[in-house]
């Protein structure tokens, strides 16, 4: 008989012993379980790792071409991939998840929120490849990737507008060893009295090897702007991307065009005077593509040696080329070859088989690569004469015949 309980109350029933265990069974199960789920959404997550195509044949082939999944991580792919770009992935994670709006001066063509969301669902333009960060348990993850700290750039792309700029730092991008701020900062340009601090924490974080970059292509065209960047460090890797300076000139007027159509002609903003044929070089599309007269400032900050001059030309006809030599001159293995990209038919460009944390095909946006009006080509005839001995010049500070007067 059960001992009796105290006045009024009901005698308490004994839980079986069974029933107890079972319990406790159950939320042994249930505990893990969800560790098995936490571990099994970090292993999916860093088998999405961008990175070398391996085992793929040659260009040519359209983006979402069936075919294409074997660009999905493998089990191969993940043998073949080094610490640092698994490392890589969870920084972006991280990075992901503290986002920030963008910088304040990015030129309003950029595709800044896509190129910083690398291929994650629930992110704004993100690819939907893997599971969001956000669905792991909270706190889960954070030991694992509060990695890294933020540095001011050891590389910068100064320049020139339109010159494929946007595709070098996405190009650069997939590197393991490169990290970058997808928005263009405008420190140097437009931001500087904000301070270094401010600059710095517009970078992502990096691990040690690594390096940060960025890119605003007016810092080639700004007066301030070398000295500022070698008083934040005189060893700053200088890259330029630079174009013929005709249809740099005719693809910026297309931007402009294309945010306000009711502008001038190309032709009538050329010509101070056009029955005298005087160019108007007070106009930035113009200006801008005198090349050896903005260098002339750089080189009174910073030795020949330091900067890069890359062919737009040639990061569109062989984007592994130039990327062979950006990874040589960063002191980089050379990790990005033309096992990277192919070339889309619709987009008329080389795109990336494999974009920055991303498994998918990736070309740039509507905004690179506009087709250009057409212009009077006793215009075109004229400004190349006109540019002429600049480029000459030019060819002969970099000691490179980039062959636009050929
Ligand atoms: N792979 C690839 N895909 C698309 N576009 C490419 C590529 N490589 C170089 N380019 C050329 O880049 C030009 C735009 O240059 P930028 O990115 O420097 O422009 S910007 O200054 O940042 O606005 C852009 O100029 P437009 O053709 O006039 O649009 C392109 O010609």
């Known amino acids: 008989m059960a001992p009796p309980g105290p006045a009024g109350a009901l005698p308490a029933p004994a839980e079986p012993l069974s029933r107890s265990i ?12 969800t560790s098995l789920y936490v571990f099994y959404c970090l292993a999916e997550r860093c088998q999405t790792l961008s990175g070398p195509v391996v ?49 304040p001066h990015d030129d309003g063509n950029e595709a800044v929120w896509e190129e910083e969301t690398p291929g994650l ?44 700029t946007r595709a070098l730092l996405e190009f650069l991008r997939v590197h393991p060893d490169v990290r970058a701020v997808g928005a263009e900062p405008h420190f140097f ?3 500087y009295d904000k301070g270094l601090a401010w600059y710095r924490d517009l970078m992502p974080r990096t691990l040690e090897g690594q390096i940060t970059m960025e890119k605003t292509p007016s810092y080639f065209v700004t007066r301030e702007a070398p000295a ?31 945010k306000r159509p009711d502008i001038p002609t190309f032709e009538s903003l050329t010509f101070k ?3 005298t044929g005087l160019i108007d070089t007070s106009w930035s599309a113009i200006q801008i593509g005198i090349y050896a007269k903005h260098l002339e400032h750089w080189l009174r900050h ?78 075109v005839r004229r400004l190349r004469e006109f540019y002429r001995p600049f480029n000459l010049k030019f060819y002969q500070m970099t000691g490179h015949d980039f062959g636009w007067d050929g």
């Open 22 to 33: 079972f319990r406790k069974f159950l939320l042994m199960l249930c505990s893990l379980l």
């Open 55 to 103: 085992g793929l044949s040659g260009g040519g082939e359209e983006a979402g071409d069936p075919g294409r999944g074997v660009l999905a991580g493998g089990p191969r792919e993940l043998e073949m991939w080094p610490a640092a770009a698994q490392r890589k992935r969870l920084l972006q994670l991280q990075q992901w998840r503290r986002r920030r709006p963008p910088a």
């Open 121 to 164: 669902a629930g992110g704004p333009g993100g690819s939907g490849a893997g599971s969001s960060v956000a669905e792991a348990p909270p706190g889960t993850l954070e030991l694992l990737l509060d990695e890294g700290s933020k540095q001011l750039p050891q590389a910068i792309i100064i320049g020139v507008k339109k010159g494929g």
């Open 189 to 191: 340009d437009r931001s």
């Open 228 to 258: 500022r960047i070698s008083a934040m460090s005189k060893d700053t890797k200088l890259i330029v991307v630079v174009r013929d300076p005709v249809t740099r000139a005719i693809s910026d007027y297309t931007q402009t065009l294309s």
């Open 273 to 275: 005077n056009r029955s």
């Open 302 to 379: 910073f030795p020949i040696g330091q900067m890069l001059f890359v062919s737009g030309e040639r990061l569109i006809s062989d984007p592994a080329g130039e990327l062979g030599r950006v990874q040589d001159f960063l002191g980089l293995k050379r990790i990005i070859t033309d096992k990277h990209f192919y070339f889309n038919k619709t987009k008329g460009f080389p795109c990336l088989k494999k974009a920055e944390g991303s498994s998918k095909p990736h070309c740039l946006g509507k905004t690179k690569g506009r087709p250009h009006p057409e212009i009077d080509r006793e215009v």
